[in-house]
């Protein structure tokens, strides 16, 4: 039953022919040559009848892809429709045509050719249409399909000629060009490479085994042909070429005898041509004869892509179910065909709309992997940046104990102070936690910015559809932009609340806050020591030295100031009095401080999840069903893509084509490959 592999194959190939699939590489037999080293003659031997284009210089100018079908004769035929109404339409009944050959073209759609001369006609037309007349070559194939009962069931793809010198209209790179179309089919590790190369030139120097051996250096694919043989100088012949002594080849080395141009002009038949070949093979190589010849071949290439066939199909099978997977999941992705708009729409809002709140909440299907996104950003931005900047804040950054020192004294006017003044605490406190406002802008500012990043992520990742309909994509866009764009100010604006809130009223008695009594009188137990040496201890170099230092605006001046010039605050020693004030005035500022900030730090983010992110949550789908959901704007959202709906296409074709594909490679029984 393996006879039934290689049709299979043709309808494999004629399938994927259809979507041009270069993605599913099928078991085919290629025919390499150089120009005019009998190539077309052996294809011709093959099938048995006169069909290529012939003539001077490079004849094959384009990939022909030849089927060969075995089928029954036609008598045969006649009786099995006569005898089986029931199988009229079997695979193998081809009824209504009443030829015993004939052959049929993919490009000419129901068209039955029963004349070959017609045959060779249409390739060459067909080569001028795709490829000039002018000796032009081009890469897309021509297929041809042949029933005959004299012929085995192959598939062979016959290539143009290598060839050196560019003639006609041919580029200048044509040897190039011709040995990558070459190589673009030999490549197929599913292929069988057919060598051709005839017996008057030497091996070693052939351009067909060559770029096989680029392609299987093994040549575990490669089977040579030996053609011309009868053209030998006389006293030479190629027994040892044959039996490969001069260059083995794995899959063999058979030789055939080719018609001569006499035979051609003489029209001598191919059966008549095969007679004289094996009639020549016996005289000049009866020992070979029987593995020589074009029906030895032919048998040979049969048997040859049936096994390959064999060993292929598992690996094809699989690499068609999973393309079959692959395509259908892209066939998902493209969606279907937009029926109803008002559903369609409100579809892929909700979905936008549940997307975009899963991203913040944690729970979307598309988690990235590569950096902090959504909700985890915002986390971030809470806890590590927002939190870590503002424990970075020195509670006294920017206050010298000069800067104490005056705000005590502007505090008390134009007399002595008996107290630390308790406005003087306040300005400066105010003055700190006045600094804890730019972060706090700066966090609403990172977490608005953030929500803007949701919107591409949703857009690539979670909403595949929105791809298809680019309007509605950037209407979706825009509606949530401006959403966002309305509550930043909202925020902005709650957030320096909070900080005027704090600035508003100094809680002195907030039961974090330490007593002042208390802080002074830790202060006066520290400095007590001090204090008494100070008074007892004061040195005359001390004093001189701070007479001669300059004048500072707290300091007696010794002498009369230019009250023109402008002074330059420098500082000086304070008095252990002022050094008590100061350190009472710093505590109580860094103790109010550190309550302020904790503060800030939790009210913040509260108040840009309220205000800012649970409020988009809350009213993104609304907010787009009420900006989008408009009659007249229903079908001009809705336009879809033409790249998309191409792809959609494509991919729906080629999905069709895989699974004909395996239905066809389902009818094998196992039983069949071994």
Sequence with gaps: MMETLIPVINRLQEVFLTVGADSIQLPQIVVVGSQSSGKSSVLESLVGRDFLPRGSGIVTRRPLVLQLVHVPPLEERRKHDNGNESKRNSQNSYPGIKAEEWGTFLHCKNQIFTDFTEIRKEIQEETDRGSGDNKGIGNEPIYLKIFSPNVLSLTLVDLPGITKVPVGDQPEDIEIQVQEMILSFISNPNSIILSVSPATSDLATSDALKLAREVDPDGRRTLLVVTKLDLMDAGTDALEVLLGRVIPVRLGIIGVVNRSQHDLNTRKSVPDAAKDEQAFLQRHYPSLASRCGSRYLARTLSRLLMHHIRDCLPELKTRVTVLTAQYQARLNSYGQPVEDPSAMLLQIVTKFASDYCNTIEGTARHIQTSELCGGARICYIFHETFGRTLQSIDPLGGLTELDVLTAIRNATGPRPALFVPEVSFELLVKKQIKRLEEPSMRCVELVHEELQRIIQHCSSYSTQELLRFPK???????????????????????????????????????????DAAQVSASVNSQQTDTLDGGKQCKSEKEEKVSLHQPVSAFSSPS???????????????LSAREQRDCEVI????????????????????????????????????????????KQPLLQELLIESQETAQQ???????????????????????????
């Design 472 to 514: 509605l994509h950037d209407s979706i866009v825009e509606v949530v932009t401006s959403l966002l764009r309305k509550r930043l100010p909202i925020t902005n604006e709650m957030v320096h609340y909070l900080v005027a809130i704090e600035l508003a009223y100094i809680n002195t008695k907030h039961p974090d806050f330490t």
């Design 559 to 573: 002498k009369a100031v230019n009250l023109l010039d402008t002074a330059v605050p420098i500082s000086r020693r």
């Design 586 to 629: 710093q505590r109580l500022i860094k103790c109010y401080f550190l309550i302020v900030r904790k503060s800030i730090q939790d009210s913040v983010p509260k108040t840009v999840m309220h205000f800012l992110v649970n409020y988009v949550k809350e009213h993104l789908q609304s907010e787009l069903v009420g900006q989008l959901y």
């Design 648 to 674: 959609r296409n494509e991919v729906a074709q080629m999905l069709e084509a895989l699974q004909k594909a395996n239905n066809i490679i389902s009818e094998i029984r196992e039983t069949h490959l071994w």
